[in-house]
């Protein structure tokens, strides 16, 4: 880079040819902008001058091209295509390099047996193929939840068997996209982008991939998380998971993804839970059903209602507030037992969630309480770590112990004597753990259990941790998966 010397995110200034870094390292090539406004400011321009002041660079790794002034993404080119020719001499510096890398890796695998990745742990050598997926500007909140996901066996290998769809044909067919935020959404599917990323990672051809075709859908369809801004990854994967779910409801260019489940799926139609129509692998695999009883108080009248869920918002307890370390000695230690217990016990609801009686016709006091009618064979539990008082939106930062293991929800059942008790059992597939003291702010990290092994999630950095790492991390969403399920997937 021209200033601080940084390999990443580089970013070629189209109008003098200096190379700065991108907003999100050092943001040299902004300042690079900001810098050669300054001239302007001291001389008279005429409306019509200044509005045509723009300055455009080029990301010299996806070769998009974005102006500063508008703070846009730039799809056009100039009669010349003078954008077009950069791009094809960026590409060619690309291919020239990676041919004289690929030479020197050959060279370097016939000294050497090892034909992987490998990463020192403990002192010891482990071969990994784990991938990263590169940040794009605060999308450690997406990264998080992708890697959980792509953790998940059945949901994940579901994704990747689907064929692929042609998005594109004529003119451009064949040729690399460049995205910006004024194109139409006509042409965009979540589920292939969302395919496309899960078949990049844990295939040990790169060290990091870069997910931002699926994160240009994403700002497409899902308008909320458009922008640069930390976002929260619950909200994301419900977004996500829901938008996913209806696409695969309709299918994509007359390709019913609906009907590939039906026809490749093991699953049986008494697992499917169905959210807003037709079950698809989403309700499949997350869907499970809630039993919400509300009884009044004044008449007794008690009123039943089957609600279907994809994950369970758990509130940490109030007593456990102040505890924010495993080791911390004052008072017990928050279990996941806790959260579950305070999420199904009675409740009377308060003055601001009266009960409209029907018996009685008026809003009555009334108590209510959960019950579990079905259980998901992947059970996602999000716990309330964020909560608002007064102004400020504040983090409750008590760590919460949790199984990895023999999770046992018949407890939590409606009718638990109907269970077979070993298919309420679940051992843990991911976590996304929130460090930080605010939802707008932090960094997103995941830890997940792939082939017998945990691994820790940092955007692009992927490492190997123990079990033990792993438990005392302060969870935000957990990923347990049906312990017969895995142990059945193991068998194929």
């Given at each position: 880079?021209?200033?601080?010397?940084?390999?990443?995110?580089?970013?070629?200034?189209?109008?003098?040819?200096?190379?700065?870094?991108?907003?999100?390292?050092?943001?040299?090539?902004?300042?690079?902008?900001?810098?050669?406004?300054?001239?302007?400011?001291?001389?008279?321009?005429?409306?019509?001058?200044?509005?045509?002041?723009?300055?455009?660079?080029?990301?010299?790794?996806?070769?998009?091209?974005?102006c500063y002034r508008c703070d846009d993404f730039v799809v056009n080119d100039t009669k010349l295509g003078l954008v077009q020719k950069v791009r094809e001499h960026l590409q060619n510096l690309e291919n020239s390099a990676y041919t004289a890398d690929r030479h020197r890796k050959r060279k370097l695998l016939e000294n050497s047996s090892l034909n992987s990745k490998l990463l020192k742990v403990n002192g010891s050598t482990a071969a990994i193929c784990a991938t990263g997926l590169r940040n794009l500007g605060n999308t450690c909140f997406m990264n998080a939840?992708?890697?959980?996901?792509?953790?998940?066996?059945?949901?994940?290998?579901?994704?990747?068997?689907?064929?692929?769809?042609?998005?594109?044909?004529?003119?451009?067919?064949?040729?690399?996209?460049?995205?910006?935020?004024?194109?139409?959404?006509?042409?965009?599917?979540?589920?292939?982008?969302?395919?496309?990323?899960?078949?990049?990672?844990?295939?040990?051809?790169?060290?990091?991939?870069?997910?931002?075709?699926?994160?240009?859908?994403?700002?497409?369809?899902?308008?909320?998380?458009?922008?640069?801004?930390?976002?929260?990854?619950?909200?994301?994967?419900?977004?996500?998971?829901?938008?996913?779910?209806?696409?695969?409801?309709?299918?994509?260019?007359?390709?019913?993804?609906?009907?590939?489940?039906?026809?490749?799926?093991?699953?049986?139609?008494?697992?499917?839970?169905?959210?807003?129509?037709?079950?698809?692998?989403?309700?499949?695999?997350?869907?499970?059903?809630?039993?919400?009883?509300?009884?009044?108080?004044?008449?007794?009248?008690?009123?039943?209602?089957?609600?279907?869920?994809?994950?369970?918002?758990?509130?940490?307890?109030?007593?456990?507030?102040?505890?924010?370390?495993?080791?911390?000695?004052?008072?017990?230690?928050?279990?996941?037992?806790?959260?579950?217990?305070?999420?199904?016990?009675?409740?009377?609801?308060?003055?601001?969630?009266?009960?409209?009686?029907?018996?009685?016709?008026?809003?009555?006091?009334?108590?209510?309480?959960?019950?579990?009618?079905?259980?998901?064979?992947?059970?996602?539990?999000?716990?309330?770590?964020?909560?608002?008082?007064?102004?400020?939106?504040?983090?409750?930062?008590?760590?919460?112990?949790?199984?990895?293991?023999?999770?046992?929800?018949?407890?939590?059942?409606?009718?638990?004597?109907?269970?077979?008790?070993?298919?309420?059992?679940?051992?843990?597939?991911?976590?996304?753990?929130?460090?930080?003291?605010?939802?707008?702010?932090?960094?997103?990290?995941?830890?997940?259990?792939?082939?017998?092994?945990?691994?820790?999630?940092?955007?692009?950095?992927?490492?190997?941790?123990?079990?033990?790492?792993?438990?005392?991390?302060?969870?935000?969403?957990?990923?347990?998966?049906?312990?017969?399920?895995?142990?059945?997937?193991?068998?194929?």
């Amino acid at each position: 880079m021209t200033v601080c010397r940084s390999n990443k995110s580089p970013w070629v200034c189209l109008t003098c040819s200096s190379v700065h870094c991108g907003r999100y390292v050092n943001g040299h090539a902004k300042k690079h902008y900001e810098d050669a406004q300054i001239p302007l400011t001291n001389h008279k321009k005429s409306e019509k001058q200044e509005k045509i002041q723009h300055t455009v660079c080029m990301d010299c790794s996806s070769y998009s091209t974005y102006c500063y002034r508008c703070d846009d993404f730039v799809v056009n080119d100039t009669k010349l295509g003078l954008v077009q020719k950069v791009r094809e001499h960026l590409q060619n510096l690309e291919n020239s390099a990676y041919t004289a890398d690929r030479h020197r890796k050959r060279k370097l695998l016939e000294n050497s047996s090892l034909n992987s990745k490998l990463l020192k742990v403990n002192g010891s050598t482990a071969a990994i193929c784990a991938t990263g997926l590169r940040n794009l500007g605060n999308t450690c909140f997406m990264n998080a939840i992708l890697q959980s996901l792509s953790n998940i066996e059945q949901f994940c290998c579901y994704f990747k068997e689907l064929p692929a769809v042609e998005l594109r044909n004529g003119k451009t067919a064949g040729r690399r996209t460049y995205h910006t935020r004024s194109q139409g959404d006509t042409s965009v599917s979540l589920v292939e982008e969302f395919r496309k990323t899960l078949c990049a990672l844990w295939q040990g051809s790169q060290t990091a991939f870069s997910p931002e075709s699926l994160f240009y859908v994403i700002w497409k369809i899902m308008p909320n998380f458009r922008g640069y801004q930390q976002q929260d990854a619950h909200e994301f994967m419900r977004y996500l998971l829901d938008h996913l779910h209806l696409e695969l409801q309709g299918g994509f260019n007359g390709v019913s993804r609906s009907a590939v489940l039906q026809e490749n799926s093991t699953l049986s139609a008494s697992s499917k839970c169905c959210v807003n129509g037709a079950s698809t692998v989403v309700t499949a695999i997350f869907g499970g059903i809630l039993q919400n009883e509300v009884n009044c108080l004044i008449c007794g009248t008690e009123s039943r209602k089957f609600d279907p869920f994809l994950d369970l918002s758990l509130d940490i307890p109030s007593q456990f507030r102040s505890k924010r370390s495993k080791n911390q000695e004052n008072g017990p230690v928050c279990s996941l037992r806790d959260c579950l217990r305070s999420f199904t016990d009675l409740e009377e609801l308060d003055e601001t969630e009266l009960y409209m009686c029907h018996k009685c016709k008026k809003k009555q006091k009334s108590t209510k309480k959960f019950w579990i009618q079905k259980l998901p064979k992947v059970l996602c539990l999000h716990l309330k770590r964020f909560h608002w008082t007064a102004y400020l939106r504040n983090k409750v930062d008590t760590y919460v112990e949790f199984p990895l293991r023999g999770l046992d929800m018949k407890c939590y059942l409606l009718e638990p004597e109907n269970s077979d008790p070993e298919n309420c059992l679940y051992d843990l597939a991911a976590v996304v753990v929130h460090h930080g003291s605010g939802v707008g702010s932090g960094h997103y990290t995941a830890y997940a259990t792939h082939e017998g092994r945990w691994f820790h999630f940092n955007d692009s950095t992927v490492t190997l941790t123990d079990e033990e790492t792993v438990g005392k991390a302060k969870a935000y969403i957990l990923f347990y998966v049906e312990h017969q399920a895995r142990a059945g997937s193991e068998k194929l």
